[in-house]
């Protein structure tokens, strides 16, 4: 019997919170997975502050190369002042408008050259731009991304229709600003006051940011899409790997609970070495310890049953009798079996109750450190006080003091010697001697008990120890015994972590030898609590 230690603690406490307790495993090892991609899924949030960032430089960059501009228009003959933008409008991609001091305009790079850019309308567009259009929206949404203003080509086109023309004259520095076209790429603009009193407007369609950004979002959603399709494939393995060998484990328990089966096989999936293998076998050795603990319960009260008919049956015969029989000699007899059957009946049932409450008595005990050697002198004291039948001797050859140390309960330990040296006096001849020792050997205490009678043999040494097992000597009377004695034994023996066995005499004389082995208790051990 192992010893038990009871941790109290709250069955929704320490292993999981309540509300995840609810979730099977499935879902949870899913939504752990998926969690970690929803981090990675933050670099949508990244992009944004990219594009920001891009678009942020453009226009700073705009502001600059227009303010050069400006400056190169100023020092510049008036009749190369329209070359020079269109050189400009040329390189940079972008349309270049000159306004005159009182906003009308006077001079436009897409005049000058063939257009550098053309706003693109969606319904112009295949399928795939919308496609594109639409994610944009959606990563928009999602990042609650700042939306620009749109752009429009003003119907009268004069300074004063654009905010950021109408500011960079008001201030008298260059201002920029950045707005949607209408397929949802952005529109550059930059603004600079000249000191003629001219100003300059340049715009440019920066399709090359969206499709920079677009690029950076679709590998992102080819690693996350990956990512995903890895974590799902990945999260189902491992749930079929755990939910299921659980499941089946699961199963089994609830067919063993409803006992509809005689034999339920517990998987004990012996490829698996790791949690998952130790917890299948370990319930399916539980079930058959199980099986075998309800199996002994059966045979227990099966022999119970057989050995309590016996004297019931003979007191019943020797009560009917009496009322027949005339002669008191005779009815004499009949009362002394009355009363043999009666005691006998009073040893089986408190050997029963014995052998049926040990398990449960030892698993409360408290045990303490008992000095065997100490304890058997004072046993064979009490014996020859008492007096030993048929002129049996005991010898005990005693250890030093405090040698043969064990943990345990002083009364069942009592018992079981009581039990052993009793059974060694019975199948003593007259005038024999039973010989004790107690040694120390491996960390264990050792006790041996020999006696001088018949001996045990070999295919019964191991029935003897079985409940209502018992091989009596020919002259001892009929019911003394109940035959639970050595099985109270072994129980009490096992409750203390020890063996016991028969063995013959080692000086091959005849006579059987009961060995008791109990772990030695460590120095200064303050006891074992079982509860």
Known sequence: MALATVFRRSEHGDIASRWSGRISLTPRILAVNVFALALLAGGFFYLDSYRTRIVDTRLEQSARELKLLAIALENAPQDRQDALIAAYARQTQDRVRRYAPDGHLVADSFTMNAPRYRLRLPEEEDWQRHAARFLDKVVDRVVDADRPPD?????????????????????????????????????????????????????????????????????????????????????????????????????????????????????????????????????????????????ATDAFAADVSHELKNPIASLRSALDALDRVEKPELREQLLDIARDDVRRLDRLVTDIAEASRIDAQLSRTRFEPIDLGLLIEKMI???????????????????????????????????????????????????????????????????????????????????????????????????????????????????????????????????????????????????????
């Not at 499709?211 to 079929?240: D, I, K, N, Q, Y």
Request: charged share 25%; with cysteine.
């Open 151 to 295: 752009f429009e080509e003003p119907r009268l086109d004069r300074a004063d229709a654009w905010p950021e023309l109408v500011l960079a004259r008001k201030t008298g520095t260059m201002q920029s600003m950045n707005r949607y076209a209408p397929d949802r790429t952005f529109v550059v603009s930059a603004a600079v006051p000249m000191t003629d009193g001219t100003s300059l407007l340049a715009t440019e369609n920066a399709r090359d940011i969206t499709r920079t950004v677009r690029a950076e979002r679709f590998r992102l959603g080819l690693v996350l899409g990956a990512a995903v399709l890895a974590s799902v494939l990945l999260s189902l393995f491992l749930a079929r790997t755990i939910v299921q060998p659980l499941q089946r484990l699961a199963r089994a328990a609830v067919r063993v609970r409803l006992g509809r089966a005689r034999e339920v096989t517990v998987p004990r999936l012996p490829d698996r070495r790791d949690e998952i293998g130790m917890l299948a076998r370990a319930l399916s050795d539980m079930s058959h310890a199980l099986r075998q603990r309800i199996d």
């Open 381 to 531: 004291v009490a014996h020859e006080a008492r007096g030993v039948p048929r002129g049996v001797r005991l010898a005990f050859a005693r250890p030093r003091k405090d040698v043969a140390v064990v943990l345990g309960e002083e009364q069942r330990l009592i018992r079981v010697l009581d039990n052993l040296i009793d059974n060694a006096i019975s199948f003593s001849p007259d005038g024999g001697l039973v010989q004790i020792v107690a040694t120390v050997a491996d960390d264990e205490v050792l006790v041996s008990v020999e006696d001088h009678g018949p001996g045990v043999p070999e295919s019964e040494r191991e029935h003897v120890f079985r409940r209502f097992h018992s091989v009596r000597p020919e002259n001892e009377a009929f019911g003394k015994h109940s035959g639970l004695g050595l099985a109270i034994a072994r129980s009490i023996v096992e409750g203390h972590q020890g063996k016991i066995s028969i063995a013959g005499r080692g000086d091959a004389q005849s006579g059987a030898c009961f060995i008791v082995r109990l772990p030695m208790a460590v120095e200064r051990d303050p006891g074992i609590v079982s509860e």
